[in-house]
């Protein structure tokens, strides 16, 4: 069984014809409960159980189920980081599960139930289902995300918390196992932040296409790399990059905290004086989530920052 997927959708739906939930940076998951055996399988069907062995028993012990969900962590700031995760994801051994369980603890957001009892839920509407599964009262490392009428109130309310955005759902959708639907959409926020470049990398091959830039957030700790961007760099803007960025060379890193080797390598290190504004999915994280480049900021200087 594969689950129901969402379509990229452009605005947040009006009207009552529509629920809205907020969208999880995790990992996707359905839950089976058969014959007093729990099973958790991935998006690909890959059986994932002893990843998590929090997870791993049903609040409800033998009672026949299956759910879908999405299993998160918080990162240091209190948001759901799927990065948090991802040591945990493809670990196969029951001792290292635990270990890691106890160090980077998960939840499993369970938002649609499918089967209960023997008796197939997936297609009935998706507010029968909904339904359903509020009154399971599922607490502890399984809960229960509230669904919500208002979804330009719950797109802001994200927007402003760092979320990852709102899935919103046609309440009379059915479930298609392994099915993309337009009746699910998703709506991912990106953020503009403006931020200072530390770097500047070549393109592969050549020594002066400047391809890609290493950026850093000014904090009092200093300016702390965040991350490489090379999204939204073409040939035009490179050129003019390069223009601007010469003169600026220096011998070592200007970040405060190391750049990773794999950012470092073949990186020209630069004076921190120019300011870009990135384009990135998700606020509140170490790293830039698919980061495009903007534009410079010739109105701003790092001090402004």
Known sequence: MRPMLATHGRTVPVGDAWAHEVK???????????????????????????????????PYGDRDLLVDGEIIALNDRGVPDFRTLQERMHVRKAPTAERLAERVPAIYMVFDLLRLDGRDLAQEPLEK?????????????????????????????????GLEGVVSKRRTSTYRFGERSPHWLKLAHRHRLSYVVGGWRPQEGTADRLASLLVGEVTPAGLLYRGRVGSGIGPKQGRALAELVAGLGRADSPFADEVPAIDARGTRWLEPVLVVDIDTHGRGYERLRQPSFQGVRSDLTPEDL
């Open 24 to 58: 999880w940076d995790g990992v996707r998951a359905l839950t089976e409960v058969r014959d007093g055996t729990l099973r958790m399988t991935s998006r690909n069907e890959n059986a994932i159980t002893i990843a998590w062995p929090e997870l791993s028993t049903s």
């Open 129 to 161: 289902r909904r339904a359903a599964l509020a009154d399971l009262e599922i607490d502890g490392t399984w809960q229960v995300p509230p669904a919500y009428d208002d979804g330009a109130m719950l797109f802001d309310a994200t927007l402003q918390q």
